[in-house]
């Protein structure tokens, strides 16, 4: 099988799930089913339920899972509202698996929007019925806001520049396209490419990713409901690609363990290693964290 986007850590997550007595699973973010075919073909009888809020990456997954027949169902939403949802204690799941963000698939596709490399329209939602697109943020919000997205999600340093440009720029015509953006960001920063350097357009596509799909709101949330919603044992496995990310799974991991509700499966994040970032650059940013409820 030829899988379009590469998991992150798959054998890491192997590894965790491993002592799983029963075997069902959710990939809260089954994206195009990488991992969830890694867990499917490794623990023989495991199921897994698989979750996206995207509902071209249901589909992906559903033709690259599809060999598992009955083993896998589907399911178009935010993992976010798993516990309400599925009755995880009752369905006695021993293995959750969040690996957010987007896919290479999402990506690389230009009418998406998500890429400052590829010309497309200002979209970048994940889930197509969402209000917002970029180009609704980019032509409507005021200065004060937009500065305030580029600085907060992307860690932007330019970040007042480039919305008072934004400003100037929509006065006569609304921006459409993410090469325009990114010409602009490029213009502000005076973009000089050399080998080794992130594009500074990176950080605002970031921001404005991570505004438009509220990708940190409920993060901490949610992971407060696991221990209630797990039998002992369950483990959960975290992927994060950004520092505010990683951030609140890293702190909401603490606290749970201060409660004594949790117990860390590693004190210190794990990274893709040599011969995976060899084979996949984009897993650089990867940080993976796992629990197991006590
Ligand atoms: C990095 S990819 C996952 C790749 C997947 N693990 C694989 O092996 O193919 C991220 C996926 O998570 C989905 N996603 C991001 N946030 C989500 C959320 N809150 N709820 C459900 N799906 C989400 C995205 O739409 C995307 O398909």
Not at 94 to 105: E, H, Q
Not at 109 to 135: C, V
Not at 282 to 293: C, F, P
Request: hydrophobic share 45%; proline share 4%; glycine share 8%.
């Amino acid at each position: 099988m030829n899988f379009p986007h590469y998991p992150v850590m798959s054998k890491e997550v192997l590894e965790i799930f491993q002592g799983s007595a029963k075997k069902l699973f959710v990939d809260c973010t089954v994206g195009a089913g990488g991992h969830s075919y890694h867990i499917l073909g490794a623990f023989a009888g495991a199921r897994v339920i698989a979750i996206d809020q995207d509902e071209e990456s249901i589909a992906l997954a559903r033709e690259n899972l599809k060999a598992f027949g009955r083993r896998v169902r589907f399911h178009l939403g935010s993992f976010s509202d798993l516990f309400e949802n599925f009755d995880c204690r009752k369905l006695a799941v021993s293995g959750i698996l969040v690996d957010p963000g987007i896919s290479t698939v999402q990506l690389k596709k230009s009418q998406r929007g998500f890429s400052h490399s590829l010309d497309g329209p200002l979209d970048m939602r994940k889930d197509r019925h969402g209000s917002l697109t970029a180009a609704e943020v980019l032509n409507t919000f005021p200065e004060k806001k937009l500065a305030d997205i580029f600085s907060r999600y992307g860690e932007f340093a330019a970040a007042g520049r480039l919305a008072k440009k934004i400003i100037e720029k929509r006065l006569f015509a609304p921006l459409q396209s993410t090469v325009q953006l990114r010409l602009l960001v490029e213009e502000i920063t005076r973009w000089r490419p050399r080998p080794g350097l992130v594009h500074p357009a990176a950080k605002v596509f970031q921001a404005l990713r991570i505004f438009i799909n509220h990708e940190l709101e409920g993060i901490e949330a949610w992971l407060e409901k696991i221990p209630a919603n797990l039998r002992a044992g369950g483990r959960v496995v975290f992927i994060t690609y950004h520092s505010l990310e990683d951030r609140l799974v890293k702190r909401g991991f603490q606290r749970l363990q201060r409660a004594q509700q949790v117990q860390l499966l590693r004190p210190f994040p794990g990274f893709p290693g040599r011969e995976e970032l060899l084979q996949n650059l984009a897993s650089r940013s990867a940080k993976l964290r796992a629990l197991e409820v006590a």
